[in-house]
């Protein structure tokens, strides 16, 4: 239920999530999502299709569960020039409380002028609800 209800809170719609299976690839599991999500620059649409490759696992000393996920947008300028990588540590501090780290970083598949702009326009947009959620 966290999932939905995150996706929720960002006003996200059209939510689809497959389910859950063993990555023999990449260990632990995967699963693929995709939803609407609203745009807040002048450049984009009012919303894009995203989809979300997802990926979950415990770190070799299954201290810290990870998640992995890789978005692309399909609806926004040079979208096919550009990935949104994040990866989620949590790890337990207490029986109530947990600890979580969060990294994100844009991957340029493609070459463009644009790039410095494309990777801090992307980075702001992926850092604002992030900073929504830990409030």
């Known amino acids: ?3 939905q209800q995150y996706r929720n809170a960002r006003k996200d719609t059209d939510l689809k999530l497959s389910k859950w299976h063993v990555s023999d690839e990449y260990g ?3 699963r693929e ?4 999500s609203l745009c807040h620059s002048p450049l984009c649409p009012p919303d894009t299709a995203v989809t979300e490759l997802q990926h979950v696992f415990f770190s070799n000393d299954k201290r810290n569960l990870i998640y992995e996920t890789k978005q692309q947008a399909h609806d926004v300028p040079f979208g096919s020039y550009f990935e949104i990588h994040c990866r989620w540590s ?3 501090t207490s029986s109530s ?6 990294k994100i970083g844009v991957n340029m598949k493609k070459w463009c002028i644009l790039q410095s702009k494309i990777k801090s326009g992307a980075t702001e947009e992926a850092t604002s609800w992030l900073l929504d959620i830990t409030d």
């Open 33 to 36: 999502v995709t939803f609407r």
């Open 90 to 92: 949590l790890r337990t």
């Open 28 to 30: 632990g599991n995967v």
């Open 1 to 3: 239920m966290f999932f």
């Open 97 to 102: 409380t947990c600890q979580v780290d969060i």
